[in-house]
C-alpha cells in the first residue's frame, strides 16, 4: 500500500520560512519522480515543485514560488522535503507530497501552510 504522509506544515508571518517533509512507503521510492501540490481554499489542486528520482539536477518549480522554494531527497530515508523561505500569504494552502514529479491523485494526507500576520 503507498503511504505518503506529509508533516511540517504551520501558522508563520509573511516573509517567514517552514520545511514540509514527506515520508513515503509502498514503493521503490528512487524509482519514481515526486511533487509536492497545494490546495488553496475554493481552488484547484496547483503544483508547486517536482524532483526526479535522481535527485540533485532534476528539480522544477512553478514560477510563483522559483526562488523562495527548494525541494530535495533522501533516497536512504524515503523522504522528500520542500524548504519554503520568503512565505507569502498566496502561499497558503494545504500541501500534499506526491508521487510523480508533476503531481497524481496518489497523494497522501496534507499538511496545512498558512502565512498570516
Known amino acids: 500500500e503507498v503511504q505518503l504522509q506529509a508533516s511540517g506544515g504551520g501558522l508563520v508571518q509573511p516573509g517567514g520560512s517552514l520545511r514540509l517533509s514527506c515520508v513515503a512507503s509502498g514503493f521503490p521510492f528512487r524509482s519514481y519522480g515526486m511533487s509536492w501540490v497545494r490546495q488553496a481554499p475554493g481552488k484547484e489542486v496547483e503544483w508547486v515543485s517536482g524532483i526526479g528520482g535522481s535527485g540533485p539536477g532534476s528539480e522544477g518549480y512553478a514560477g510563483s514560488v522559483e526562488g523562495r522554494f527548494t525541494i530535495s531527497r533522501d533516497n536512504a530515508k524515503n523522504m522528500v522535503d520542500l524548504k519554503m523561505e520568503n512565505l507569502r500569504p498566496d502561499d497558503t494552502g494545504v500541501y500534499y507530497c506526491?508521487?510523480?514529479?508533476?503531481?497524481?491523485?496518489?497523494r497522501g494526507q496534507g499538511t496545512q501552510v498558512t502565512v498570516s500576520s
Open positions: 506526491s508521487r510523480g514529479y508533476r503531481g497524481t491523485p496518489i
